[in-house]
């Protein structure tokens, strides 16, 4: 679980009311569930379609949503059990962060490798079905992954190395920081995500100017694939708060002294679900090809329950 979401719930375990946090547990269910249930739409239309997954650009979109269907699928999870459950033991709570971990450094690096496959299809049109084909599109999603792994397992080896045995039959609350507790991690932590943020938000800005400056005024695909980039950049910018958590909250907490618990979980909705809710506007909503035969599915998906009914 990341720090924001973590964070927010131990502060607001004791201090909201029941019907309180009944409330905001109903919320976040229930937004997560609505969030799934269009990706699994998306997943279903990309499945049934051979136009969708012999295209290296919705396959990487098609990652980004099945990474963002995780992620959001673990921190709800987290977030209920931090209300009922309460402490876990912590082998289990190393499984639900290092999945969180993967998942949320897997984000930036798509975003970045969907940026550059939007620069390649406007400004070298012609080495774009050479450049990006499926196999290479599959090898790339499979760096990122291992990048990922790469910059979170090492937390769980040093915890293994410097912790006693019992501490991994112990109950914890299930934050990063509790079952990952070795100062240096925090260090490694900050290292790498500024690391990740500079190469990713040098991607973005560089194919977006690129395209900018490259494509004519005129072109119809060239507008829509800076819009695209900008959509990335704007959804990078809300992943980024995350990786600022301690210092955001920090500004949370002096700002709004009175009504933190309120605050917090407005930030964590803000944080954590809505930049998983803007993939599904770029290609689900925005792209044309993607919303017809989307479109078409729920269609028929509501002709034949019609029919089952008469």
């Not at 940026?115 to 990122?144: D, N, S």
């Not at 240096?184 to 194919?207: G, P």
């Not at 920090?250 to 998983?276: E, G, H, M």
Request: proline fraction near 4%; include cysteine; hydrophobic fraction near 50%.
């Amino acid at each position: 679980m990341n720090e924001s979401s973590a964070n927010m719930t131990v502060a607001v375990r004791y201090a909201d009311s029941f019907s309180k946090a009944v409330t905001k547990n109903v919320i976040v269910v229930i937004l997560g569930i609505s969030i799934n249930y269009i990706n699994v739409g998306l997943i279903h239309t990309f499945r049934k379609h051979q136009i969708f997954y012999t295209n290296p650009r919705y396959i990487l979109f098609i990652h980004l949503v099945i990474n963002d269907m995780t992620q959001v699928t673990l921190t709800i999870i987290l977030f209920v059990i931090s209300y009922t459950i309460y402490r876990l033991n912590v082998s289990v709570c190393c499984i639900f962060v290092l999945l969180a971990l993967f998942t949320t450094e897997n984000t930036p690096l798509n975003l970045a490798c969907m940026a550059v496959e939007c620069y390649i299809a406007i400004c070298v049109p012609l080495r774009h079905v050479q450049i990006c084909t499926v196999k290479r599109t599959l090898i790339l999603i499979g760096l990122i992954w291992v990048t990922s792994m790469l910059s979170a397992l090492p937390d769980l080896f040093i915890t293994l190395a410097t912790e006693p045995l019992d501490f991994f039959h112990s109950q914890v609350f299930c934050l990063r920081q509790t079952v990952f507790p070795n100062p240096l991690i925090i260090k490694k932590r900050d290292i790498s995500y500024a690391v990740f943020l500079v190469i990713v938000w040098l991607v973005i800005f560089y194919t977006y100017f690129r395209i900018l400056f490259t494509a004519k005024a005129a072109n119809k695909d060239a507008k829509k694939a800076r819009n695209t980039i900008l959509l990335h950049g704007f959804q990078l910018l809300l992943c980024m708060a995350t990786y600022a958590a301690p210092q955001l909250l920090s500004v949370v907490q002096q700002w709004f002294p009175k009504n933190y618990t309120d605050s917090l979980f407005a930030y964590y909705i803000i944080v954590q679900i809505l930049p998983r809710s803007i993939s599904p506007i770029i290609y689900g909503i925005r792209d044309n090809t993607f919303r017809r035969h989307l479109k078409r599915y729920l269609l028929c998906k509501v002709s034949i329950s019609k029919a089952t009914i008469h």
